[in-house]
Antibody, heavy 128, light 108 residues
Framework: QITLKESGPTLVKPTETLMLTCTFS??????????VGWIRQPPGKALEWLAL???????RYSPSLKNRLTVTKDTSKNQVVLTMTNMDPVDTATFYC????????????????????WGRGTPVSVSS | SYELTQPPSVSVSPGQTARITCSGD??????VYWYQQKSGQAPVLVTY???KRPSGIPERFFGSSSGTMATLTISGAQVEDEADYYC???????????FGGGTKLTVL
């Protein structure tokens, strides 16, 4: 049974750095073809893809936020950490982490990465 | 950048068929995934690889894709299907993952 849970501060001040931890169980981020991603959702708005880290250490970031995001993994603790710098009130959102798996594998590698299990999300407000 | 376009809202009566569309330039070559998000809850995957259904998802949820448009069809929509629905896919290079803007489905 795959489960994920996000944790971190619920309130940060403008210009501060946000650090969120995703603690998961039921899978290993050492296993080929496994990833963990981060998604956020401002109140009343759409989902926004943020970042993805793969079993082999490869990482992908949203181009619009790439300069502010860092994602790391600690496989011994079954955790993935998301760091977002220079927080602003427009970054107020619920942040989700999710297990990612590919749809298949071809000669060029895995394809069709998508999220199949999600955490419940953690709300983060940015205010002075 | 890459965008997936969805209608903001769709409304049907219980028992009717609801169709939610998602358009994107790379959809002819990339799979689309659909997520259901009920109020205050995390998203749930309802279809993947254009038209497959995860275990536990009712058969009334059906995904399809043709050309630059994908469609989530809910046959015989029920009141409990009322939710926001998001499509998800990648650009043609497969390096940029995006969600659509979401469609609010009302069943009443």
């Amino acid at each position: 049974q795959i489960t994920l849970k996000e944790s971190g501060p619920t309130l940060v001040k403008p210009t501060e750095t946000l650090m969120l931890t995703c603690t998961f169980s039921g899978f290993s981020l050492n296993t080929s073809g496994v990833g963990v991603g981060w998604i956020r959702q401002p109140p009343g708005k759409a989902l926004e893809w943020l970042a993805l880290i793969f079993w082999d250490g490869d990482k992908r970031y949203s181009p619009s936020l790439k300069n502010r995001l860092t994602v790391t993994k600690d496989t011994s603790k079954n955790q993935v950490v998301l760091t977002m710098t220079n927080m602003d009130p427009v970054d107020t959102a619920t942040f989700y982490c999710a297990h990612s798996r590919p749809s298949g594998y071809i000669s060029t590698g895995y394809y069709g990465w998508h999220f199949d299990f999600w955490g419940r999300g953690t709300p983060v407000s940015v205010s002075s | 950048s890459y965008e997936l376009t969805q209608p903001p809202s769709v409304s049907v009566s219980p028992g009717q068929t609801a169709r939610i569309t998602c358009s994107g330039d790379a959809l002819p070559e990339k799979y689309v995934y659909w997520y259901q998000q009920k109020s205050g809850q995390a998203p749930v995957l309802v279809t993947y690889d254009d038209k497959k259904r995860p275990s536990g998802i009712p058969e009334r949820f059906f995904g399809s894709s043709s050309g630059t448009m994908a469609t989530l069809t809910i046959s015989g929509a029920q009141v409990e299907d009322e939710a926001d629905y998001y499509c998800y896919s990648t650009d043609s290079d497969g390096d940029l993952w995006v969600f659509g803007g979401g469609t609010k489905l009302t069943v009443l």
